[in-house]
């Protein structure tokens, strides 16, 4: 199934007309349903080019019910309109860059644009052969890397705000996410983490007792030396500690009856 065709350039609100959102809207509504089966990257492109006529077609009306002081709900509505298509443009940014790996992959789309110099022009396609600009084709396949829970947390976000929705921001959205994800805690790790320790040293003290302790103390440095004969108080508190907290975990035998 291919995509209905999209004539992205027609200007859906002229100059110094309020009205006229529901067209807007209904190009936003028709590049939606172009890019659900757009597979190719000249059907997606054309969705992000409607959806950017779209979006500063809304911003247009938005500033002019601004300028002649009309109802806040239509300024509002007008820079919903503009988020909308936007984030629109958004997936069809993600799409084109999906398909671009996806050529990548299979081989289809010649490394580093097909230098003159290699043969590569021979195995795929280039940026340029596609009408693909490297600023593209890397702004894109940057936007296709954010998980799709990330785009929309971030779109949501912004239009919470009352902020504009663009590729820039997701991008630094996404970057600031996975810094914050980066640095979180991991307490199930650290905790996991911590019992593999706690099992490596008590297989060191099961063996312990196999060690003579002539070769053992010979086999220290003087200083090493030292430091154990002042451990050795406290280690035997703690394995004093250690017998307590075995105690408590042995089962108590059962009284014999008579």
């Known amino acids: 199934m291919t995509a209905p065709a999209l004539d992205p350039r027609s200007e859906l609100v ?46 247009r009306v938005a500033r002019l019910a601004e300028a002649e ?17 936007a984030a629109l443009r958004i997936e069809a940014q993600a799409r084109a860059g999906q398909v ?27 940026l340029n052969a596609l009408g693909v600009s490297k600023f593209e084709s890397s ?19 912004a239009r919470a705000d009352g902020g504009e929705v663009t590729a820039a921001g997701l991008l630094r959205y996404a970057a600031s996410a996975a810094r914050a994800s980066a640095s979180r805690v991991d307490h199930m790790a650290i905790h996991a983490m911590a019992r593999r320790q706690i099992r490596k040293v008590h297989r060191g003290l099961t063996r ?7 070769a053992l103390v010979a086999s220290l440095r003087p200083r090493e030396r030292e430091e154990l004969s002042t451990s050795l108080p406290r280690l035997r508190a703690w394995v004093a500690d250690v017998e307590a907290e075995l105690a408590a975990y042995r089962p108590k035998q059962k009284e014999e009856v008579a």
């Open 208 to 214: 312990l007792h196999t060690y003579r302790p002539d």
């Open 69 to 85: 002081g009309a109802p806040a709900e239509i300024v509002a509505a007008a820079k919903e309109a503009a988020n909308q298509a």
């Open 139 to 157: 702004r894109w396949q940057q936007v296709a890397a954010v998980p799709v829970v990330t785009r929309e947390a971030y779109v949501a976000e």
């Open 14 to 59: 002229p100059a110094g007309q309020v009205g006229g959102m529901a067209m807007v809207l209904a190009r936003i509504s028709e590049a939606e349903r172009s890019l659900v089966v757009a597979r190719e990257l000249p059907e997606i492109r054309r969705v992000q080019q409607a959806a950017t006529v779209a979006e500063e077609a809304a911003r």
């Open 100 to 126: 671009l790996r996806e050529m990548a992959g299979r081989g289809e789309l010649a490394a580093h644009g097909g230098d003159r110099r290699s043969s590569s022009r021979s195995r795929g396609s280039t």
